[in-house]
């Protein structure tokens, strides 16, 4: 899940998709932070490799903490406060799994929010990992579910060993590692409704499987992962090995059309969660939405090729996606126009 699910799992992210895991993209929205450059992963790979011990996840927890950006304006500011701590959590545990790909580590990380969590619940003072300690108390303020918590790590535990997928184990992927982050924002601005629930849940699917599809080179050349069905790309007449090429071959550019048509289904299926809320989060919704359909249509722009054509936003696109969303009610295009 490169620091995608959530974490690049509901606003843009650098590489606008659904989910640079579904929080990157739902809480620091690349456009409209004080600090663009806060919203791209913060450690490298050198960075990484330094992390030897389980217990060095609190650095990393730390630089993420410290360096979250303001996030869209278009949110409340309590929002902001607990979405911060949301997102710290997120993207450390979501580091650990994809640039580290450190179970051991994610064990650890797992183990000592637990442990904050049952101290808090029993009265005692276990508070010496702030982000733990400030998350608990979002949690409580919230009434957050802890298993959406639970759920984004064991999707981030999966990353670390699971590097192919039938259809329903993808689904299934998505509904811990991306749904889970639109829950929370709903949770987190008020909102605890099932119909709600189920349309971000489509909504946040339909990013992580869009984020997926624009990485499809980069996710198997660099982590060999393909997280979507073999048997689907069978189905069009390609293979594996195909995906490794620099640019896509008719049957893969069928396959991603293929894919392209499924996600979009997802979103217009999931749109209706725009018209079930109010104020700031709506028009945030509207930007993530409008943003999203500007990606499928630059897929189909390159007939397909995620290889080798440029499927992200530039910067100007980007920004006018965002403002089509805060200007227009209208459900968009999720198809080429």
């Known amino acids: 899940m490169k620091s995608s699910t959530v974490t690049r799992n509901l606003p843009f992210s650098n590489e ?20 663009p450059t806060l919203a791209t992963p913060s450690t490298t790979s050198a960075q990484s490799a330094s992390l030897r011990d389980p217990g060095d996840y609190l650095s990393l927890a730390k630089r993420h903490y410290e360096n979250f ?37 994610l064990a650890a990380f797992r183990a ?17 990992v702030s982000l733990f ?19 984004l790590l064991d999707a981030f535990d999966q990353d670390c060993h699971q590097r192919r997928y039938d259809r329903p184990q993808l689904l299934d992927y998505c509904r811990r590692s991306a749904d889970p982050i639109g829950r929370l924002v709903l949770r987190v601005s008020g909102y605890r409704d099932a119909q709600l629930d189920a349309y971000s849940d489509r909504v946040c699917t339909g990013l992580q499987l869009l984020n997926h599809l624009q ?16 048997e689907e790309l069978h189905a069009c007449g390609a293979r594996e090995d195909d995906l490794r090429a620099a640019t896509a071959s008719p049957e893969v550019r069928r396959f991603v059309l293929d894919q392209a048509d499924r996600i979009a289904a997802d979103f217009a299926a999931g749109w209706q969660v725009v018209n079930g809320v109010s104020g700031r989060l709506r028009l945030e919704l509207r ?18 090729d995620v290889l080798g054509g440029n ?6 696109r980007r920004i006018r996606t965002v403002f089509s969303g805060l200007l227009s009610a209208r459900e968009p295009s999720w198809r080429r126009s």
């Open 287 to 304: 930007a993530i939405l409008h943003g999203a359909a500007a990606v499928l249509q630059q897929i189909h722009r390159v007939k397909g």
């Open 215 to 230: 990485d499809l080179r980069e996710d198997l050349l660099e982590r060999d992962r393909i997280y979507f069905p073999i």
């Open 112 to 128: 000592d929010f637990l442990r904050h969590l049952e101290g808090g619940a029993s009265g005692s003072s276990v508070d010496d």
């Open 311 to 316: 499927v992200h936003l530039s910067k100007l």
């Open 69 to 105: 950006p303001v996030g869209s304006w278009l949110l409340p500011k309590a929002a902001r406060v607990h979405l911060h701590r949301i997102y710290a959590f997120a993207r450390t545990a979501d580091d650990l799994a994809d640039e580290l790909q450190d179970a051991v580590a």
């Open 16 to 35: 606008p998709t659904a989910a640079n895991g579904p929080l990157r993209v739902y809480v620091a929205n690349y456009v409209l932070c004080d600090d």
């Open 133 to 151: 300690a400030e998350l608990r108390v979002t949690i409580q303020e919230c009434q957050l579910e802890v298993s959406l918590f639970t759920d």
